[in-house]
């Protein structure tokens, strides 16, 4: 019986061990954690016009660090409607130590195409315009659907795209749900069709790569913002998952000590 006890006793030390050492965030990820500013309502579509179009976005994805070392999880798979839109080929991820916006830029999603492919020809010229060019995981997306990042504490980052190898970092923040235009104004400039993405205690982030220039106007250097050119959910790992892992791990030292002490 002694034995036993103290066979448990080591199993559920181990348990706990694995817990506590797995980097983790303690309290709901807020928009301000990732740098973002909070989006209560759908973004308006907004076009301006001229060079000097970059101060005129109203949000950009600001600098963030962790004191801890601190593991987020993100997602373009559930719930649906999460993924890329527009016809430009972009990048999500982040930069590392950024200086004024410059940075070693890290991808998490790519999009190995600028938009889904369905094998019609004319869906660029029809279908596209649908769903703004969707780009979904598993198509447009390659790579994982869900991935964990770690930060290591005290480091900078910035939230950012990459597309043709320039970074932009224009980007929104909304917690449990966030709506967006479905069409852009690349396509429909009063567009209302919007998508509502909802999941308790997660972030959604919009991210929008900034890159058109209006064809139907005399001015080809027209810009837009509506913050769907990548909708990607974030979270952080349950503790209790985390300390349910830590008893799966204990639990198996249990058992192979428990075959070994028989076998004696």
Request: glycine share 10%.
């Amino acid at each position: 019986m002694n034995l036993k006890r103290n066979l448990a006793c080591v199993g559920l030390a181990a348990g706990a061990t694995f817990s506590v050492a797995a980097p983790s965030l303690a309290g709901t990820l807020t928009p301000s954690r990732l740098g973002l500013d909070t989006l209560n309502a759908p973004p308006k579509n907004q076009v301006v016009s001229g060079s000097a179009h970059l101060k005129d976005f109203p949000y950009f994805a600001r600098e963030f660090s962790f004191k801890k070392d601190t593991v987020v999880r993100f997602s373009v798979l559930n719930p649906t409607g999460l993924g890329s839109r527009g016809r430009a080929q972009s990048n999500f991820g982040f930069l590392t130590n950024p200086v004024n916006g410059v940075g070693a830029f890290t991808s998490i999603f790519s999009e190995d195409k600028a938009y889904d492919q369905v094998g019609n020809t004319s869906y660029e010229r029809q279908g596209g315009r649908v769903d703004d060019w969707l780009g979904t995981c598993g198509n447009a997306i390659g790579g994982t659907c869900v991935r964990s990042v770690l930060f290591k504490a005290n480091t900078i980052y910035q939230l950012a795209l990459n597309p043709s190898q320039k970074a932009v970092h224009f980007g929104v923040g909304a917690l449990d749900t966030f709506t967006f235009n479905r069409l852009s104004d690349e396509q429909y400039p009063k567009s209302t069709q919007t998508v509502t993405v909802s999941k308790p205690g997660t972030l959604f982030i919009g991210m929008e790569d900034g890159l058109y220039a209006n064809s139907r106007t005399s001015d080809r250097n027209d810009y837009y913002y509506d913050y769907q050119d990548w909708v990607v959910s974030a979270d952080v790992p349950e503790p209790a998952t985390l300390a349910g892992l830590g008893m799966v791990a204990g639990g198996m030292l249990l058992a192979r000590r428990r075959k070994a002490a028989a076998s004696a």
